[in-house]
């Protein structure tokens, strides 16, 4: 048996060392730039974005931690709304997501999913869900497949912790558990479910122990510190591919901008902002990296100033790209044509 | 459900009671014994839950039947239907495809008090994206539950309490009913009467042969089948040939189904009506536990003879 049946992931090709941790730090470059210019196009005047825009800037590590193990073509993501980033870390062509917020019809739903439902289906992205809670019972159906199929594929299963007081989360939950199926279940607690504190919502602040009921192993991490969360969702994909059920992590984060695009934030103190700022998943695996050696200041900039250019160009072929011929507002409604017969 | 099994491994049953109890109405007696506990699931009480498992199940290639106890219960997970299995082909611009059944007791049964007694089919017929079939003898329900599970799209298969011990010929040979398509159940002259499913079985057919035989009344009689998408031109062409119609159902009349019906009939038919469209439905109130008083809200045979009549101006 070769070394390389042992890896639990493909193992990625380097052509010099430290490139598959600065590939990372270049998705999460990437992810915040994109934020960010989404943010810019969607404030300023002649907006071109419409609707609602949750923006993921803060949390990157989550997205792109889990990316980092991921098996396409055999594991499944399932997203709330806030999945613009989880999209480009699973390889979400910048130019797909950005015409899909400016409604065009190249984007990765044809302009019919909008910001909060993006979706890959050949890469097992399994969007990008509106409702708040609404989409744990998907991840649980999704893992559910994988168990039936036993291809060894996982779900992950992303919410926030406003979602954790829905219904659906205890249904879900206690079912993934009693049949065993391969889900992780991964709260990114950015600590505010829109304008209302954990504490206020939560009646156990310790947001993992809210899986103790669940029969189901859970914990909180550092999902401001990428490593950590590779490490933790590695452990986790593991239990699930040997057929020893979900897990439950509670990834503490932090997103830097608000709720949606009208959020003013109100909420939050200067001080909280200025020492969330010190915990930058970013910087925090820029810095790590440096002192590796794994990374150089031309390095960073290079990559800063590519990414920038790779926004930019989506940008620009999202603005020239066409609208939906209003005729296709009817397609994709029904998968069978009727009456049907079979 | 036990034939589309063994035709296809990707099929299987999940809902409450279905396995080891054999069925909270006894309709999956056997099964578990047959395929076992990875196809014939038990769940905890949970719709939202096991809806939604079945939804994403199906996103990813399986074929799930989910049984509800009651299409009562599916108040508590209307967003997991409604939001999930309808919207994510459209919202996905087509990505997935839903291939799902639903099945379950719709509608008033007996005695079972306001919450249990609710008559679900305009909840799910206006949404784009789900289709609504709801046969009302045993070979409908043989023929359709079959297309609905080879189906690629979310079904809503609405099923009546009151009508599982129905008898009737049923062929044992794979057959299939088409979807989409309504069953010209009695051909006449005179007035065409358009129902589904339960109301057929408990008023409607009787109310048909009192018309036939006691007033002279040809009746043509529709069982619609298919709520959505609703076969438009079989409902119309008949109308234009009979100029009188009647549709009943049990649900309530503002908003009703049968409202949603006379809407898409009225207007192609206006020039061919030689007296208004009726609308026979249940009472505006919840459904009551005494077994007179909920009787007398649904359509009775009587009055749906005295609406014929009236159309028929005799």
Request: aromatic letters at 8%.
């Amino acid at each position: 048996m070769s070394v390389a049946n042992h890896v639990d992931h493909a193992p990625v090709v380097s052509e010099s060392k430290g490139q598959a941790e600065r590939d990372r730090l270049r998705m999460m470059m990437l992810i915040r730039r994109f934020e960010e210019r989404t943010y810019q196009e969607y404030t300023k005047p002649g907006q071109k974005i419409g609707g609602f825009c949750h923006l993921y800037s803060g949390q990157e590590a989550v997205a792109v931690g889990i990316a980092s193990i991921f098996q396409k073509g055999k594991d499944y993501l399932i997203n709330a709304y806030r999945c613009h980033g989880h999209s480009l870390a699973l390889g979400m062509d910048p130019r797909a997501a950005m015409a899909e917020l400016f409604g065009k019809a190249t984007g990765c739903s044809k302009g019919k999913g909008g910001s909060m439902h993006f979706f890959q289906a050949e890469v097992g992205n399994l969007g990008g869900h509106g409702i708040v809670g609404g989409h744990i019972p998907l991840g649980l159906g999704t893992a559910f497949a994988q168990m039936y199929k036993k291809t060894g594929g996982v779900t992950f299963c992303l919410f926030g912790d406003g979602a954790i007081n829905q219904g659906t989360f205890n249904e879900a939950l206690n079912m993934a558990s009693l049949y065993k199926v391969p889900a992780i279940f991964i709260v990114e607690n950015n600590g505010v479910a829109m304008g209302t504190q954990v504490a206020r919502a939560s009646a156990e602040p310790e947001l993992a122990k809210r899986a103790s009921g669940y029969h189901m192993p859970y914990r909180a991490i550092d999902g401001n510190d990428i490593d950590t969360v590779i490490a933790e969702m590695n452990e986790a994909a593991q239990r699930g591919r040997r057929g020893e059920g979900p897990t439950f992590l509670v990834a503490n984060t932090y997103r830097f901008r608000g709720h949606s695009m009208s959020d003013a934030m109100k909420y939050r103190s200067k001080e909280e902002m200025e020492q969330a700022k010190l915990r930058d998943p970013i910087s925090l695996y820029e810095i790590r990296l440096r002192e590796k050696g794994l990374l150089t200041d031309e390095q960073a900039d290079a990559m800063e100033e590519e990414v920038a250019e790779v926004v930019a160009d989506a940008v620009r072929q999202a603005d020239v790209d066409p609208h939906p011929m209003l005729e296709d507002r009817f397609n994709d409604v029904l998968a069978e044509q009727y009456p049907l017969q079979k | 459900m036990t034939e589309e099994m063994e035709r296809d491994e990707n099929v299987f049953l999940m809902g409450e009671e279905v396995a080891e109890y054999n069925g909270a109405y006894k309709v999956s007696e056997g099964m578990l014994d047959r395929f076992g506990p990875k196809r014939v699931i038990d769940t905890p009480i949970s719709e939202a839950g096991f809806a939604g498992l079945g939804i994403g199940a199906a996103t990813v290639g399986l074929r799930p039947i989910i049984e509800f106890m009651s299409w009562s219960f599916t108040l508590v997970c209307l967003d997991q239907i409604v939001n999930n299995a309808a919207n994510i082909r459209y919202m996905s611009g087509g990505q997935f495809k839903v291939p799902i059944t639903f099945r379950g007791g719709n509608g008033i049964a007996h005695q079972l008090g306001a919450t249990h007694s609710h008559r679900v089919e305009t909840i799910y017929t206006r949404i784009p994206g789900l289709t609504v079939v709801t046969p009302s003898t045993p070979y409908e329900a043989k023929g359709l539950l079959k297309t609905s599970i080879r189906s690629d799209d979310p079904v809503i298969f609405l099923e009546n309490e009151k009508m599982l011990n129905d008898a009737g010929d049923v062929p044992e040979e794979d057959y299939t009913i088409p979807i989409g398509v309504a069953n010209i159940e009695r051909p006449g002259n005179d007035i065409t009467i358009i129902s589904y499913g339960r109301p057929l079985q408990r008023v409607v057919r009787h109310a048909v042969q009192a018309l036939v035989n006691d007033h002279g009344i040809d009746v043509e009689l529709i069982d619609v089948r298919t709520l959505r998408p609703l076969d438009k031109n079989t409902l119309i062409e008949s109308v234009k040939k009979t100029n009188r119609c009647v549709i009943v159902d049990e649900d309530y009349g503002y908003c009703g189904m049968g409202a949603g019906i006379l809407h898409q009939i009225q207007k192609p038919c206006f020039d061919y009506l030689d007296a208004p469209i009726e609308y026979v439905h249940s009472d505006e109130i919840p459904v009551p536990f005494n077994h007179f008083l909920e009787e007398a809200m649904m359509p009775s045979v009587d009055r749906i003879v005295a609406a014929a009549r009236d159309v028929c101006y005799r």
